[in-house]
């Protein structure tokens, strides 16, 4: 009996050990959920060094209730307490980083440099005084109806005769000046357009921006530097672009070109330009065309240039533009007197021929000058179109010899009536 209640002892004793050890398991899996309750709180809530104070007098609790448990010493806890403070760790940099990489606030004006642009724009300057760098406002007042030039758009263009303000940085502080008088300068092309399809109806009704040239200088526009040069012929060399070492980047003027196809193309044109001082002008014809449309002029001449010589030797003609016969001095005259003109007769040509000074022309343009005053005037547009009425006989013949083989058909008008004196009968 002694040894079977010894076994029933010390099994009991095992029972009680092994319900007392299950309950400290019990208790140290609910203190680790109890904690990571609070963790998760605290980090939701709380700073991390608070939250690591309450970390840390949680982890002396439970070392004091498993003292003696070796599930207290369990890898798994030990690494899950470490997993919580990596995590803690990367929840936090998100907020430093965005304080790093936060966008940086605009530099405002100061107070001071408020105050001197509020000076700078309402001080009041006397004439002829400028601020460096301030932009000059368009004029206020002196506006002119469309279809007229004003004194205002005059006054901007005499300026750029001036080295010192044909320079980019002065255009560009007067860049609200020039687009008012560009605006009033395509205003009146748009007007004269209208006048001008109905003196030759071979113009087409283009819009201003398919006829106006730019402002800034090409020296390589042809057109624009023959009618510049023979349009101030002894009275501004500046004109002479196409020779001259004026690097200045803008023109002193405006301009625009007409044809069967705007202001390019290789029908002759109608090219009207004005500038201050006397140098605006209407001019007619073609510059330096190309070698075949040259090839085919001359070769109409010499067929028969009874058409070009009516048209050149009629008394409307003459009256704006000359004699139709070279000057002995040279000068320019009709279509005579261009500085591209050829020295000899060209190449298989007789030098006696009776044609040989139209046949020497390798450009063929007349021009006509206008005062500042008329230019100014409210009737310009019709002057302008009066001199086109004349010019257009010159121009269709031009064109027809350009464009048409010799063979007849170039020497005569499609409207034989306007030959004579510009006007149809």
Same mark, same amino acid.
């Given at each position: 009996?002694?040894?079977?209640?010894?076994?029933?002892?010390?099994?009991?004793?095992?029972?009680?050990?092994?319900?007392?050890?299950?309950?400290? #398991?019990?208790?140290?899996?609910?203190?680790?959920? /109890?904690?990571?309750? @609070? &963790?998760? *709180?605290?980090?939701?809530?709380? $700073? !991390?060094?608070?939250?690591?104070?309450?970390?840390?007098?949680?982890?002396?609790?439970?070392?004091?209730?498993?003292?003696?448990?070796?599930?207290?010493?369990?890898?798994?806890?030990?690494?899950?307490?470490?997993?919580?403070?990596?995590?803690?760790?990367?929840?936090?940099?998100?907020?430093?980083?965005?304080?790093?990489?936060?966008?940086? #606030?605009?530099?405002?004006?100061?107070?001071?440099? /408020?105050?001197?642009? @509020? &000076?700078? *724009?309402?001080?009041?300057?006397? $004439? !002829?005084?400028?601020?460096?760098?301030?932009?000059?406002?368009?004029?206020?007042?002196?506006?002119?109806?469309?279809?007229?030039?004003?004194?205002?758009?005059?006054?901007?263009?005499?300026?750029?005769?001036?080295?010192?303000?044909?320079?980019?940085?002065?255009?560009?502080?007067?860049?609200?000046?020039?687009?008012?008088?560009?605006?009033?300068?395509?205003?009146?092309?748009?007007?004269?357009?209208?006048?001008?399809? @109905?003196?030759?109806?071979?113009?087409?009704?283009?819009?201003?921006?398919?006829?106006?040239?730019?402002?800034?200088?090409?020296?390589?526009?042809?057109?624009?530097?023959?009618?510049?040069?023979?349009?101030?012929?002894?009275?501004?060399?500046?004109?002479?672009?196409?020779?001259?070492?004026?690097?200045?980047?803008?023109?002193?003027?405006?301009?625009?070109?007409?044809?069967?196809?705007?202001?390019?193309?290789?029908?002759?044109?109608?090219?009207?330009?004005?500038?201050?001082?006397?140098?605006?002008?209407?001019?007619?014809?073609?510059?330096?065309?190309?070698?075949?449309?040259?090839?085919?002029?001359?070769?109409?001449?010499?067929?028969?240039?009874?058409?070009?010589?009516?048209?050149?030797?009629?008394?409307?003609?003459?009256?704006?533009?000359?004699?139709?016969?070279?000057?002995?001095?040279?000068?320019?005259?009709?279509?005579?007197?261009?500085?591209?003109?050829?020295?000899?007769?060209?190449?298989?040509?007789?030098?006696?021929?009776?044609?040989?000074?139209?046949?020497?022309?390798?450009?063929?343009?007349?021009?006509?000058?206008?005062?500042?005053?008329?230019?100014?005037?409210?009737?310009?547009?019709?002057?302008?179109?009066?001199?086109?009425?004349?010019?257009?006989?010159?121009?269709?013949?031009?064109?027809?010899?350009?464009?048409?083989?010799?063979?007849?058909?170039?020497?005569?008008?499609?409207?034989?009536?306007?030959?004579?004196?510009?006007?149809?009968?």
């Amino acid at each position: 009996m002694a040894p079977s209640t010894s076994r029933k002892a010390r099994s009991r004793a095992s029972s009680l050990s092994t319900h007392h050890s299950n309950g400290n #398991k019990t208790r140290g899996r609910k203190t680790k959920h /109890k904690n990571d309750s @609070e &963790d998760s *709180d605290t980090e939701d809530h709380r $700073d !991390g060094e608070y939250a690591g104070e309450e970390d840390e007098a949680d982890d002396s609790e439970d070392e004091d209730i498993n003292k003696y448990d070796s599930d207290a010493l369990d890898d798994d806890d030990f690494s899950v307490g470490t997993r919580k403070r990596k995590r803690r760790t990367s929840t936090a940099s998100p907020q430093k980083r965005t304080k790093t990489n936060s966008p940086a #606030k605009k530099n405002k004006p100061s107070r001071r440099a /408020k105050t001197q642009e @509020e &000076d700078v *724009d309402e001080l009041e300057l006397e $004439d !002829g005084q400028e601020i460096v760098g301030a932009v000059v406002q368009a004029p206020a007042t002196g506006q002119v109806p469309p279809g007229q030039i004003s004194q205002n758009t005059f006054d901007f263009l005499a300026k750029l005769k001036d080295p010192a303000c044909n320079d980019r940085q002065w255009f560009k502080l007067h860049e609200p000046v020039y687009r008012q008088a560009e605006a009033e300068w395509k205003a009146f092309v748009e007007t004269l357009t209208d006048l001008l399809v @109905e003196v030759d109806p071979q113009l087409p009704p283009l819009p201003a921006k398919d006829v106006v040239h730019r402002i800034y200088r090409d020296v390589s526009s042809t057109y624009l530097n023959f009618f510049l040069a023979i349009g101030a012929n002894a009275l501004d060399d500046d004109f002479r672009i196409r020779f001259s070492n004026d690097k200045t980047p803008y023109k002193k003027g405006f301009s625009a070109s007409f044809s069967r196809t705007g202001r390019k193309g290789i029908f002759a044109h109608y090219h009207v330009a004005i500038q201050p001082g006397g140098h605006s002008i209407i001019a007619a014809g073609a510059w330096c065309p190309g070698r075949n449309e040259l090839a085919n002029i001359r070769t109409n001449i010499l067929n028969d240039s009874r058409r070009l010589r009516r048209v050149l030797s009629a008394p409307a003609f003459v009256k704006y533009f000359g004699e139709p016969r070279p000057r002995k001095d040279g000068g320019r005259q009709s279509v005579f007197g261009n500085e591209d003109e050829l020295k000899t007769a060209p190449k298989g040509v007789d030098k006696e021929h009776g044609d040989i000074d139209l046949l020497k022309c390798r450009s063929f343009a007349v021009v006509h000058r206008f005062a500042d005053e008329e230019v100014l005037a409210e009737d310009f547009k019709e002057k302008v179109a009066e001199v086109v009425r004349v010019m257009r006989p010159f121009v269709h013949c031009l064109n027809d010899m350009m464009t048409v083989n010799a063979g007849g058909v170039a020497g005569e008008s499609e409207d034989s009536g306007e030959d004579e004196g510009g006007e149809e009968e």
